[in-house]
């Protein structure tokens, strides 16, 4: 049986089709691609009361299945064409290609109780597009469906046209931004197993990559509204039609037309691209004032017995200033009173945290309790002014620090003398700089400048530097999860961009104190153990920071060796060196000279640790030997500690 529209041409785009005219035993072959195969599986069947010749109709849970076509993105436009007869309140699936286990990733063109619509999914119902017709479809008649989608990641992008005309759509998901790629095979008739749309009916199924125009699917659908509107006057024609008659010759007619859709195409799914690599962070919102849940005193403290009648209204403690009444009592309103020029806590907290960090030991010993049960400041009158000072250069962070470390309290030195442990042993009182084993991540980032390796850089994503093998493996569920350290400069970059996984932190940095990060710490501990001194001997990126020091000296502008030891000490230490350590880092050079000049293995050895490559214009003993006496100067408690 020949039809009229069979001598129309195909519109440009068809990626995969099925006329069903043509089985071989359970094999029919995609008329786009001939050698892409359907396989048949249970009681579906080829009749021969379809719309054109013979059709296909689902029985006895029957499908039809590819694992070669149907491949589409979330940001790729496509057209879907098909001629469809349905029984009364059919609900399931026309076509999918969807992954019930990754929670529906994929497509399908759904019924509904005989309304049709489609889900595009990357993850349901959280990030998804799905949007049903209003109107169900007329039963037992065929109809000619089409289903578009322009790629936009929007469900208003979505648009079903049966016999060529729009159908109103109800958008219930709305939120499309990633992928929708799944391995699953592409099924006619069916979603998941054990699910079929028994009793449908279906001829000439046509899958475009691109978003048909609606005289291209009036024409796939026999109706061709063109060629009477061609032969008219453009004056003749009203709006719709004149859009009608552009939109057939821009695709049809005009090639530069098709190279410019293509290339904005193009640029959408590269922006698309993009906008997908972005992380996604959770943030909160404060509800309209009309929502806002209401908060009532509980019983005994328990949350399943609040009291009612003694609702409690959002404000600020009383001891403190009020809030100001052009503020909203919102969270909004709270960091405006925080930061107000007036508040007496939050500059005082914050300058006392950073004297904290800078002197070892806070001007209030209790940095989390500044109330009544806290510590009275030990310098009242300098934490005011600091907390002013702080305020009136407009909370200006690297200034207040920069006047912290330039005071002449801070340069002066550590050195304890008899009067200092009669009057103030602790150092209260500041008589002399404090004394104080660096925190975990200043001690790797001081190896790092010393050594110049350190990157620099400000900000970015976290980065997996050196640690020892098989970590993640031992707390990751079934042993699954695997770290994979990162290359080149990132290796070498500040300890707060390092990768924290809270499950199993940076060993190095855990063995000097630092905090998990499961609670907040406003106080670390500091201790001193044997690991520490494993670490800083042993580890990987402390052994390469020695040496790229040793590198760094042996480049150095000093040409002796007792120079070489001057300016590698004083570049570690911020001092010269004295007699006796002098007297120990030349020995140390020449029993450690012997050995690598005796075993040249053990040499190589040491300077492969590491990623960075070594200059081979040095001589490997000499540079091996300088890397011994590198570690030992980045293990001097001078080097770890602040004096």
Same mark, same amino acid.
């Given at each position: 049986?020949?039809?009229?529209?069979?001598?129309?041409?195909?519109?440009?785009?068809?990626?995969?089709?099925?006329?069903?005219?043509?089985?071989?035993?359970?094999?029919?072959?995609?008329?786009?691609?001939?050698?892409?195969?359907?396989?048949?599986?249970?009681?579906?069947?080829?009749?021969?009361?379809?719309?054109?010749?013979?059709?296909?109709?689902?029985?006895?849970?029957?499908?039809?299945?590819?694992?070669?076509?149907?491949?589409?993105?979330?940001?790729?436009?496509?057209?879907?064409?098909?001629?469809?007869?349905?029984?009364?309140?059919?609900?399931?699936?026309?076509?999918?290609?969807?992954?019930?286990?990754?929670?529906?990733?994929?497509?399908?063109?759904?019924?509904?109780?005989?309304?049709?619509?489609?889900?595009?999914?990357?993850?349901?119902?959280?990030?998804? #597009?799905? $949007? &049903?017709? @209003? %109107?169900?479809?007329?039963? +037992?008649?065929?109809?000619?469906?089409?289903? /578009?989608?322009?790629?936009?990641?929007?469900?208003?992008?979505?648009?079903?046209?049966?016999?060529?005309?729009?159908?109103?759509?109800?958008?219930?998901?709305?939120?499309?931004?990633?992928?929708?790629?799944?391995?699953?095979?592409?099924?006619?008739?069916?979603?998941?197993?054990?699910?079929?749309?028994?009793?449908?009916?279906?001829?000439?199924?046509?899958?475009?990559?691109?978003?048909?125009?609606?005289?291209?699917?009036?024409?796939?659908?026999?109706?061709?509204?063109?060629?009477?509107?061609?032969?008219?006057?453009?004056?003749?024609?009203?709006?719709?039609?004149?859009?009608?008659?552009?939109?057939?010759?821009?695709?049809?007619?005009?090639?530069?037309?098709?190279?410019? #859709?293509? $290339? &904005?195409? @193009? %640029?959408?799914?590269?922006? +698309?691209?993009?906008?997908?690599?972005?992380? /996604?962070?959770?943030?909160?919102?404060?509800?309209?004032?009309?929502?806002?849940?209401?908060?009532?005193?509980?019983?005994?403290?328990?949350?399943?017995?609040?009291?009612?009648?003694?609702?409690?209204?959002?404000?600020?403690?009383?001891?403190?200033?009020?809030?100001?009444?052009?503020?909203?009592?919102?969270?909004?309103?709270?960091?405006?009173?925080?930061?107000?020029?007036?508040?007496?806590?939050?500059?005082?907290?914050?300058?006392?945290?950073?004297?904290?960090?800078?002197?070892?030991?806070?001007?209030?010993?209790?940095?989390?309790?500044?109330?009544?049960?806290?510590?009275?400041?030990?310098?009242?009158?300098?934490?005011?002014?600091?907390?002013?000072?702080?305020?009136?250069?407009?909370?200006?962070? @690297?200034?207040?620090?920069?006047?912290?470390?330039?005071?002449?309290?801070?340069?002066?030195?550590?050195?304890?003398?008899?009067?200092?442990?009669?009057?103030?042993?602790?150092?209260?009182?500041?008589?002399?700089?404090?004394?104080?084993?660096?925190?975990?991540?200043?001690?790797?980032?001081?190896?790092?400048?010393?050594?110049?390796?350190?990157?620099?850089?400000?900000?970015?994503?976290?980065?997996?530097?050196?640690?020892?093998?098989?970590?993640?493996?031992?707390?990751?569920?079934?042993?699954?999860?695997?770290?994979?350290?990162?290359?080149?400069?990132?290796?070498?970059?500040?300890?707060?961009?390092?990768?924290?996984?809270?499950?199993?932190?940076?060993?190095?940095?855990?063995?000097?104190?630092?905090?998990?990060?499961?609670?907040?710490?406003?106080?670390?501990?500091?201790?001193?153990?044997?690991?520490?001194?494993?670490?800083?001997?042993?580890?990987?990126?402390?052994?390469?920071?020695?040496?790229?020091?040793?590198?760094?000296?042996?480049?150095?502008?000093?040409?002796?060796?007792?120079?070489?030891?001057?300016?590698?000490?004083?570049?570690?230490?911020?001092?010269?060196?004295?007699?006796?350590?002098?007297?120990?880092?030349?020995?140390?050079?020449?029993?450690?000279?012997?050995?690598?000049?005796?075993?040249?293995?053990?040499?190589?050895?040491?300077?492969?640790?590491?990623?960075?490559?070594?200059?081979?214009?040095?001589?490997?003993?000499?540079?091996?030997?300088?890397?011994?006496?590198?570690?030992?100067?980045?293990?001097?408690?001078?080097?770890?500690?602040?004096?």
């Amino acid at each position: 049986m020949s039809l009229p529209y069979r001598s129309i041409p195909e519109p440009s785009g068809l990626t995969a089709g099925l006329n069903f005219d043509a089985f071989d035993g359970n094999k029919t072959k995609d008329i786009a691609s001939p050698g892409r195969n359907f396989v048949l599986h249970g009681g579906a069947k080829q009749t021969d009361l379809g719309k054109s010749s013979n059709g296909f109709k689902i029985e006895k849970n029957g499908f039809l299945e590819s694992t070669q076509i149907g491949k589409l993105e979330h940001n790729q436009p496509f057209s879907w064409s098909v001629w469809i007869k349905t029984p009364k309140n059919l609900t399931g699936a026309i076509l999918s290609k969807m992954d019930e286990s990754q929670k529906h990733r994929g497509y399908d063109i759904w019924l509904e109780g005989g309304k049709v619509g489609m889900h595009i999914v990357n993850e349901f119902p959280d990030n998804a #597009l799905k $949007a &049903v017709s @209003k %109107k169900p479809i007329p039963v +037992n008649q065929w109809h000619h469906l089409t289903i /578009t989608y322009d790629g936009k990641l929007k469900g208003s992008g979505l648009k079903v046209y049966l016999n060529g005309k729009t159908q109103p759509m109800e958008v219930t998901h709305d939120s499309l931004s990633k992928t929708i790629s799944t391995p699953k095979a592409f099924r006619i008739g069916r979603r998941f197993n054990g699910s079929s749309t028994n009793g449908l009916e279906m001829d000439e199924l046509r899958l475009y990559s691109r978003v048909l125009s609606t005289g291209e699917i009036d024409r796939l659908g026999y109706i061709d509204p063109i060629l009477p509107l061609i032969k008219e006057e453009p004056k003749n024609l009203n709006p719709a039609q004149r859009n009608l008659v552009i939109d057939y010759y821009l695709n049809r007619h005009d090639p530069g037309y098709k190279q410019t #859709l293509a $290339a &904005v195409t @193009k %640029k959408r799914q590269d922006l +698309n691209t993009l906008k997908n690599k972005k992380l /996604t962070s959770m943030i909160m919102g404060d509800n309209p004032p009309n929502k806002m849940r209401k908060t009532y005193i509980l019983m005994r403290g328990q949350y399943s017995s609040p009291d009612e009648s003694k609702e409690i209204l959002p404000d600020t403690p009383s001891f403190l200033p009020p809030l100001n009444k052009d503020l909203p009592k919102n969270r909004l309103g709270l960091a405006k009173w925080l930061m107000d020029k007036d508040h007496p806590l939050t500059s005082r907290v914050t300058v006392n945290r950073y004297w904290q960090t800078i002197f070892g030991r806070p001007l209030v010993s209790t940095p989390g309790d500044f109330g009544s049960q806290g510590s009275w400041p030990t310098h009242p009158d300098l934490l005011s002014w600091l907390a002013k000072d702080f305020i009136d250069h407009k909370w200006d962070v @690297k200034r207040t620090i920069k006047q912290m470390v330039m005071s002449s309290t801070y340069r002066q030195s550590s050195q304890t003398r008899p009067i200092h442990m009669e009057k103030d042993p602790v150092n209260l009182y500041h008589a002399r700089a404090p004394r104080f084993r660096l925190m975990g991540e200043f001690v790797r980032d001081n190896a790092l400048s010393i050594s110049g390796l350190l990157n620099r850089t400000f900000g970015g994503p976290g980065v997996k530097p050196y640690q020892p093998p098989g970590l993640w493996n031992e707390v990751s569920l079934n042993g699954g999860r695997r770290f994979v350290r990162d290359n080149g400069d990132k290796l070498y970059r500040r300890s707060m961009y390092t990768y924290w996984k809270r499950s199993a932190p940076h060993p190095g940095m855990m063995a000097f104190d630092t905090p998990t990060r499961e609670t907040c710490t406003l106080q670390r501990q500091r201790t001193n153990t044997p690991m520490q001194a494993l670490v800083t001997l042993n580890d990987e990126q402390f052994v390469e920071a020695s040496r790229a020091f040793a590198q760094r000296i042996l480049k150095s502008t000093a040409k002796s060796f007792p120079d070489r030891l001057d300016w590698a000490f004083e570049l570690a230490t911020g001092h010269p060196a004295d007699s006796i350590r002098k007297e120990v880092l030349k020995d140390a050079y020449s029993f450690q000279s012997e050995i690598f000049r005796k075993e040249p293995k053990r040499a190589e050895d040491l300077l492969k640790i590491g990623e960075t490559k070594r200059d081979s214009s040095i001589p490997p003993q000499e540079h091996a030997t300088w890397t011994v006496l590198a570690s030992m100067i980045l293990n001097l408690d001078e080097t770890l500690n602040r004096e």
